[in-house]
């Protein structure tokens, strides 16, 4: 088993604590289309309203809603690879959010998982949907996780009633600090797995880099030199048992 590298804990002091800086800290850290492959550029529309987020309902269908008390600020931005040489479309998706506290963002965290058990199927809006969703969570140092805090990854189907399928779909998040933040892909005709992960595997491990780096503090009595970069581990998803369970957007797809 490898050894977990010495990382850059979280600095609560680093930590946004008002809704401005929070915003300003997204903006330094939320994937831009060059952190993807070659290729990928901004959708139409690029970035989600700031003042929502992505809510999983009991039914197992996503909305839109206001930002809990719990949330500082969240951002969503979409893109795609244009359909070309024979291959559709690909969408992807990269979100930052800021939580008031790392436990509010550890929650966060949990209330995935527990969304991932109660709706291996989802409907992300009229005519679009995931299917056979498989969560798998890893904590730093379990499951090849030598990166993040709290990693989440879901794979399955993505099914739209415009762009066709079914066809691959992948979702991670990680936590730090006070901070989620996630990447998607849903695949296009002539992508396989593999194809897709090359197009997105560099949008998270690039957030978690800017994150250490601005929120960070060097480890304490730890051997070896923080890590600074690297693919995150898969991981799973997660909710609560009320009626709504905020939770990362999945608008990306």
Not at 53 to 58: C, E, F, H, I
Not at 105 to 133: K, N, S
Not at 164 to 189: E, H, I, K, L, N
Not at 210 to 216: F, H, S, T, V
Request: proline share 8%.
């Amino acid at each position: 088993m490898s050894p977990v590298p010495a990382v850059k804990s979280a600095d609560p002091g680093l930590q946004p604590s008002t809704p401005a800086r929070a915003r300003q800290l997204i903006a330094k850290l939320i994937a831009g289309p060059g952190d993807f492959s070659a290729g990928v550029r901004k959708a139409v529309p690029y970035e989600s309203d700031s003042g929502t987020w992505s809510v999983l309902r009991r039914n197992c269908v996503w909305n839109r809603e206001p930002l809990p008390a719990d949330v500082l600020a969240t951002l969503t931005r979409h893109f795609e690879l244009p359909p070309a040489a024979g291959k559709g479309r690909v969408r992807l998706s990269a979100t930052v959010t800021v939580h008031r506290t790392g436990a509010d963002a550890a929650w966060e965290q949990a209330r995935m998982v527990e969304e991932a058990l109660h709706c291996d199927q989802q409907v992300l809006r009229q005519g679009e949907r995931l299917t056979g969703l498989m969560p798998q969570p890893a904590r730093l140092g379990e499951a090849a996780n030598l990166y993040s805090e709290d990693s989440l990854m879901e794979a399955g189907q993505c099914v739209s009633a415009k762009h066709g399928g079914p066809y691959p779909y992948w979702w991670q998040q990680v936590t730090y600090g006070s901070m989620v933040a996630s990447a998607s892909v849903c695949g296009g005709r002539g992508y396989d797995t593999d194809a897709l992960m090359k197009i997105v595997v560099n949008a998270l491990p690039t957030m978690q880099v800017r994150a250490r780096e601005e929120l960070g503090r060097e480890p304490e009595g730890k051997a070896g030199t923080p890590s600074t970069g690297g693919a995150p581990s898969t991981g799973g998803t997660a909710s609560t048992g009320g009626t709504a369970s905020p939770a990362a957007p999945k608008d990306g797809e």
